[in-house]
């Protein structure tokens, strides 16, 4: 019987003409989200990717907040298109954000600055973005 060969191991990245690289681009400086504030970002610049973003690009987030109800978290795209991955929630009063998106960024050029953008939007609790990071 002949060998099976690179079929579906989504850890290997070989053998695949069209390899979902893997590269990890991370932001771990932490920043401050003012409370009921502004919108805060945090840069991560992403080089040697080839074309477009994936259809799944993966956006890691790990934000520390004591009210994650609070918070509207948006993926920045490098030409400034922008990508709702939270919405606020008034009743969602457990801590943090620390979870993975999946964002259909295919239509974007990989390359450039990518922005993560978090408001929080009502008053009391506090936080702070502690990492990022992009998954191509
Ligand atoms: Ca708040
Ligand atoms: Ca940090």
Redesign the pocket.
Known sequence: MATKAKELDPNSGGGDPNPPTGKVFEN???VNIPDAGTAVTSDVVVTGVTGNAPATLQVGVDIKHTWRGDLVVDLVAPDGSTYRMKNSSSNDSADNVITTYTVNASTEVANGTWKLKVQDVARYDTGYI??WKLTF
């Open positions: 771990t400086n932490n502690d990492s």
